[in-house]
């Protein structure tokens, strides 16, 4: 099956396609000719996911998903949530990101976290949306290489290491990424 990803992120191309596996083609959005900004105004997770997901489907006429991912830290009444990709403003960067993230959290105890995905589907003609949960804590320093955003600070749930850590295939299996993912799939097989 070929099925577009409505994202611009490479790193989260390449994590869908270890998680989906052999039996899916996924389609960049440069590979069907879309190289605009994707609208995210919405403040919750599924606005946002199906946003992009729309704007993809009824400007270029393929099937897609798109997803919106947040970070959720307990401390922080659920911040940065939605708006964790921007926490630091604009232009984007992990970097500031983290270090905000890690500055807020200064001297605090519950380091308590999860990631949620939503990826939002839009299949000929109608729409479907599958969730995906992390459960975890944020460390005091950044530990590993890999991954982006969070995850050099994200220790999941059941882990000595970070998402930075681990290997993909190991990230794919306790991510919310990969739950989302995989729930997708069940679907479209």
Known sequence: MKICFATNNLKKIE????????????????????????????????????????????????????????????????????YSGRYAGEPRSDERNIGLLLKNLQNVDNRKARFKTVIALILNGKEYAFEGVAEGEILKEKTGSGGFGYDPVFKPLGFDRTFAELSLEEKNKVSHRGKAVRALARFLK
């Open 15 to 82: 994590e869908v396609k270890a998680a989906l596996g052999q039996n899916f083609t996924i389609v960049s959005l440069q590979e069907i000719g879309c190289f605009e900004e994707l609208p995210e105004t919405g403040d919750t997770l599924i606005h946002n996911a199906f946003e992009k997901a729309r704007f993809v489907h009824d400007n270029y006429g393929v099937d897609c998903f798109a997803d919106d991912t947040g970070l959720e830290v307990d401390a922080l009444n659920g911040a940065p949530g939605v």
